[in-house]
């Protein structure tokens, strides 16, 4: 009895629970409405089973419970009523299943008129490519990646020549504009997730993978990885800003493109902007904090110069030599509270040098 | 049977501790060994939940719970909970104990190998559990150990974490196979005279067929974890494409991190029916016994059975729709997936409909057999958004998939774990459980899931992403989401901290529990006529039983008793009955 009486209270809490839930989804922000309908027939349809299997059961519990005065019914089959709920349960599974496959059908068609932006993922940092003027991209490949050209556009491409290199700021796109997102990773898989975009779409070294939307709400969106890439996973963020038309062309006006970077950062340049790009190119900032906060190491601001505690219980200044070694060889003295995750970064003399005094800004 | 005069190597002295009881051959003693050791790794796995449930509820409360050990602590309780207990729990340790006993056998037909895949299971849970006496501890790739990220620095356990991890799988794997070949060959050739297939319990028929499942997935899933290995020990690239890593070009090239995915689900979604099919096995037979109805429809049941397992093993891309495989094969992979719904669906509604027009003894076995049938409706009902690829999309990777297979695999199985633990308990002991502690049990088990995993699919909804170290800082989640993390974690410790009392049930009732008799719940099945209780080593004294009749003879029209033991012969009655054309015979009752 009591049994009946909690899977009814259930029943009616999970009722109640949905229409009171303060916890639904974000605001559609894409033209991928139709996949919201397609998750609201599968709750309707799924939530009336829910419901009156339950009920059902609590039916039985309550009318047929033990009685040593009665016996139970002898029914091994009933062909008819098995015949009918196959038949049902069939009918019910297509009217989920053939939506679903309508609105997948626009998933994987790509409209003609789709711009080609590329977004690739790296541990733990997402970076773009917009086409420039000819809008189109070039030719890239990993093979091609050195410090000065990190997504690896083919230099000899033409095509390639004006793209658009975005590396730790937020991307931009169009309002209204159909957007086809090429998806490439350096290393290891990623997820390129935009919850109100609906769409998403995993990141896979080796290949090229993609996914359409048109956005359809103007504004800042925060892109996250959703596929789990190492212990920096759940801080691999970034942004998207979708810009109304006008917006859209005064901001890639200020871009320079792929051919007027190269060259640019040669060596004997400015080394804290050096540094500041080396963080960001490598994907540091998923891991070392610049506001203080604690992350998977430990944070960069006010860390050089500062004594920090060892695992063996020494000490040490954070100071060129020890960052230089931590860099290179990071597990040889580990910090206190930090567990030995962090690949060796080979960097060369300069490139230390220009790491190191970009540390030194952050702690003024 | 050619196996009734055959000697169980008593020679080494049989009443020894030791040979009774650690180095046994005795399927009855080996099932105990596989569930103890099941259940002890288990409870590890449930303290891993509780320290990530601080780290999402109480971001920082505990200062060890960095993100590397969030990482581990994921990972191990995954593989734990799906590999090491649940597979090992439902073939090792139901399947022993009730194959030779339900099929009227003396014992499985190969006692040594049986002995050995006990050993080597242990032997793969003490490798599992070394990873975290290594350097670095054990791996922190997810229970998937999806290549290039399993064997790149970046992820915890790199070193040793991994290699320890697939040689674990390995070794588990080699259990795994004495075991179900011997589950197969049993089944197959030592069931007792009289117990045609169609008279077979449905318990038999599932593991049976989860036992096929699991020969046919595992070799996959060894193969990919054999290939891995080679990833990593010997710089092979099976799995690795060109690589720019940290900055650095590695010296890999040519390999696919999507084959290793198509492999390791072409195991991984059997995997869920070589859990779940069992279980609903189980189940089946326990609805009966305490609706005191056969079970409704029992060769459709059966068919469902056989149709699940083989359509199981063409569903497998539904958990890659997302991966970047070539996106024509979503039409193909959902179009399976939802017809696994339906016979799927006609278990559901044949175990409800087994309640109808019965005699419900509402005990704790029965409590937990309903408890199943409704959460895994609800993980089966959500199955359907997943499966659907145009659902799945916007779901995928978020907490609507935790709750969706925590749900369908961890609750709803682990209810039958329990209902079948409480149903056989008086069998295995010869001692009745407390009733009072049990129902306790039961209300705190299934309440407390339901706080759990209801509202995680709400979380899901809104978008938030699964295998999340911290949360801070996502302004798409709302403020009130974390308050809801806060009452899951409480809700999740509670229900944990509550299975103590299913320990103490065990344990005390051991000495303390009532003399529970042969068959304290008048079931059919055949191991509930043994003439000993517990049934001594080799089941049966002199003679094999000799079946007359399928499992489900309950509540027979005309018989003053409400059930007929399979090994009783039929009656004149019955007999004039089925003589004269079958004019009052119950409708479809296998003969």
Redesign the interface.
């Known amino acids: ?1 009591a ?1 009946a009486i ?2 009814i209270l ?1 029943v009616v809490g ?1 009722v109640i ?1 949905h229409f009171w ?6 605001p559609l922000a894409s033209n ?1 409405g ?3 309908d ?2 609201m027939i ?2 309707w ?2 939530g009336f ?2 419901i009156a ?2 009920l ?2 609590a039916y ?2 309550i009318k ?4 040593p005065d ?10 008819k ?2 015949g009918w ?2 038949g049902l ?2 009918l019910g ?1 297509f009217a ?2 053939a ?3 309508i ?2 059908t626009d ?2 068609n790509v409209p003609e008129d789709a711009v080609i932006i590329e977004a690739v993922g ?2 733990w940092q997402w970076s773009y490519r917009l086409p420039g003027a000819d809008g189109a991209l070039g030719k890239a490949d ?2 091609n ?1 050195t410090f000065d050209n990190p997504l ?1 556009i083919d230099p000899d491409d033409p095509w390639g020549q004006d793209d658009i290199v975005v590396i730790g700021e937020p991307a931009h796109i169009q309002l209204d504009q159909p957007i086809k997102f090429n ?1 490439r990773s ?4 990623h ?1 390129f ?1 935009v ?2 975009w ?10 090229v ?1 993609y996914f359409w939307l048109t956005p359809t709400v103007a504004g800042g969106f ?1 892109v ?12 691999m ?1 970034s942004n998207v800003v979708v810009d109304g038309a006008v917006d859209y062309k005064r901001w890639l006006a200020k871009q320079i493109t792929f051919a007027e970077s190269q060259g640019k950062q040669a060596p004997g340049g400015d080394p804290v902007a050096r540094g500041e790009k080396l963080a960001k ?3 540091c900032l998923a891991c070392h904090s610049l506001d203080g906060s ?3 190491g430990p944070t960069w601001k006010g860390m050089y110069g500062r004594t920090e505690t060892l695992t063996d219980g020494s000490t040490v200044i954070a100071e060129d030599a020890y960052l230089a070694e931590s860099i290179t060889d990071p597990n040889a003295k580990m910090v206190e ?11 060369g003399e300069e490139d230390l040098a220009a790491m190191i005094a970009y540390f030194m800004t952050l702690s003024e | 049977m050619a196996y009734a005069d055959q000697d169980h190597g008593h020679h080494e002295g049989p009443d020894a501790f030791i040979w009774k009881y650690v180095w046994s051959q005795d399927h009855k003693v080996i099932a105990i060994q596989y569930g103890c050791t099941a259940i002890a790794v288990g409870i590890l796995a449930l303290v891993l939940s509780w320290l990530m449930r601080m780290q999402i509820g109480y971001p ?1 409360s505990l200062e060890f719970v ?4 969030y ?1 581990q602590y994921v990972t191990m309780h995954g593989m734990i909970m799906v590999i090491y207990l649940l597979t090992a729990f439902f073939l090792g340790g139901f399947g022993n104990y009730l194959i030779p006993l339900m099929c009227g056998a003396r014992d499985m037909v190969f006692p040594f190998m049986n002995m050995l895949s006990y050993w080597f299971y242990l032997a793969s849970v003490l490798i599992l559990c070394a990873s975290y006496f290594v350097p ?1 501890g054990p791996t ?3 229970w ?1 150990l ?4 399993s064997i ?5 356990g790199v070193d040793w974490g991994i290699i320890l991890m697939l040689a674990s799988l390995a070794v588990f794997i080699i259990a795994f196979t004495m075991g179900g070949l011997n589950y197969i060959t049993t089944v197959l050739q030592a069931r007792c005279r009289g117990m045609t297939l169609m008279r077979m319990p449905l318990t038999i028929w599932a593991i049976f067929t989860a036992t096929v499942l699991g020969l046919l997935a595992f070799p996959a899933l060894f193969v990919s974890a054999v290939m891995l290995m080679f990833d990593r020990l010997l710089d092979t690239s099976f799995f690795m ?9 590695l010296d890999t090239g040519g ?4 084959l290793f995915q198509h492999l390791f689900w072409f195991f991984g979604h059997p995997e869920v029916y070589i859990v779940a099919l069992p279980a609903f096995g189980l189940v089946s037979d326990i609805l009966s016994t305490h ?4 079970i ?5 049941m059966v068919w469902a059975i056989v149709a699940i397992g083989a359509i199981s093993f063409i569903v497998w891309a539904h958990h890659m729709y ?3 495989m070539n ?2 094969l ?2 193909f992979f ?2 399976t997936t ?2 696994i ?2 016979p799927t ?2 278990k ?3 175990w ?2 087994t ?8 005990n704790t076995p029965m ?1 937990f057999a ?1 408890g199943f ?2 959460t895994f ?2 993980g089966g ?2 199955g ?2 997943l499966g ?4 799945d ?6 907490y609507f998939v935790i709750a969706h297979f925590h749900m369908v695999m961890a609750i709803a199985p682990v209810m039958v774990v329990f209902a079948a633990i409480y149903h056989w308990y008086p069998k295995m002991t010869g001692r009745m459980y407390n009733e009072t502690l049990g129902k306790w049990h039961f ?1 705190t088990t ?2 407390g899931t ?1 706080l759990i995993y ?2 995680m699919h ?2 899901g ?3 938030m ?1 699964r ?5 801070e ?4 989640i ?1 403020e ?2 974390h308050s ?1 993390n806060e009452f899951i974690t409480v809700a999740a410790i509670a229900v944990g901290v509550l299975q103590v009392l299913f320990l103490i049930n065990m344990v005390w009732s051991l000495k303390a529990g009532k003399e529970a008799g042969p068959n304290p719940w008048g079931a059919t099945t055949l191991e509930w006529q043994t003439p000993d209780t517990p049934p001594c080593h080799g089941n049966w004294r002199d003679e094999l039983p000799v079946v007359y009749r399928w499992a ?1 003879d ?4 005309g018989e003053e008793v ?1 059930f007929i033991p399979q090994n009783q012969p039929r009656s004149a009655t019955e007999q004039s009955l089925s003589d004269s054309g079958g004019e009052g015979q ?5 003969a």
């Not at chain 1, 839930?21 to 974000?26: D, I, R, V, Y």
């Not at chain 2, 390999?255 to 999507?258: I, K, L, M, N, Y």
Request: some cysteine; proline content about 8%; overall charge neutral.
């Open positions: 009895m049994l909690v899977l259930m999970s629970f839930s303060p916890w639904w989804f974000t991928w139709a996949m919201d397609t998750i599968t709750f349809v799924t089973v829910f299997v339950n059902f059961i039985c519990v047929f419970r033990h009685s009665r016996k139970a019914e002898y029914e091994p089959e009933n062909h009523l098995e709920l196959t349960t069939s599974v989920m299943l939506p679903g496959l609105v997948y998933f994987i790296h541990q990993n093979r990646i690896g998806l350096k290393d290891v898989l997820n997730y919850p109100q609906r769409a998403k779409m995993d990141v896979v070294p080796g290949l993978s925060e996250l990885c959703a596929e789990l890439c190492g212990v920096g996973h759940y801080n963020r190119q490598n994907g604690r992350g998977v509270g930090y567990a030995p995750v962090m690949a060796a970064y080979p960097l | 920082g960095d993100p590397t050990a990482y670095g922190g790739a997810g998937t999806y290549p290039p990220q790149l620095q970046g992820t915890p494409p060109y690589i720019v890593h940290m900055g650095q070009a390999g696919s991190p999507v609706a005191r109805k056969n409704f429809g029992y060769r459709m997302i991966s970047g996106l024509y979503g039409y959902a179009t939802l017809i719904a339906i669906a006609i559901v509604y044949n409800t409909i309640l109808w027009n019965g005699n419900i003894v509402l409590l309903i049938v409704s409706l609800i009902l959500t359907l958004f659907n690829v145009a659902v999309i916007p779901l995928s990777d978020t209300w299934f309440l339901y209801f509202p709400y979380l909804f809104e978008g992403p295998r999340y170290y911290a949360y800082g996502y302004e798409f709302s009130s989401a809801l489900y309950y509540s027979v029209p409400d119950p409708q479809g009752a296998p």
